[in-house]
Nanobody, 118 residues
Framework: VQLQAFGGGLVQAGGSLRLSCAASGSTLSSYYMGWYRQAPGRQRELVAG???????NYASSVKGRFTISRDNAENTVYLQMNSLKPEDTAVYYC?????????????WGQGTQVTVSS
């Protein structure tokens, strides 16, 4: 399965971005899908996830600002990011898991860079 994350960019603090995660080689609808991020010098962390039934979980640092969603017909998962802060700057990745916050199944792709300027 190849997962491609895109939609990142440079935005000012307080701005918004919408990330997309598209898949080839597998249907995503039966998997938990997560958005992860890795900032320079830090470990990769789970930012938001959505189960196959639509249950969502968020890191406390993004709760209320980020919204994860999925479109099974398009085989795509989205991350709407509002009220962005400089500390949200990172490379963002998507990945599959068999259950909420479980071990990821796929190799990490290139991700998409999000840079938030103050």
């Amino acid at each position: 399965v190849q997962l491609q994350a895109f939609g990142g960019g440079l935005v000012q603090a307080g701005g918004s971005l919408r990330l997309s995660c598209a898949a080839s080689g597998s249907t995503l609808s039966s998997y938990y899908m997560g958005w992860y991020r890795q900032a320079p010098g830090r470990q990769r962390e789970l930012v938001a996830g959505i189960s196959s039934s639509g249950l969502k979980n968020y890191a406390s640092s993004v709760k209320g600002r980020f919204t994860i969603s999925r479109d099974n017909a398009e085989n795509t998962v989205y991350l709407q990011m509002n009220s962005l802060k400089p500390e949200d700057t990172a490379v963002y990745y998507c990945n599959r898991a068999r259950y909420m916050a479980g071990p990821t199944l796929d190799a990490w792709g290139q991700g998409t860079q999000v840079t938030v300027s103050s």
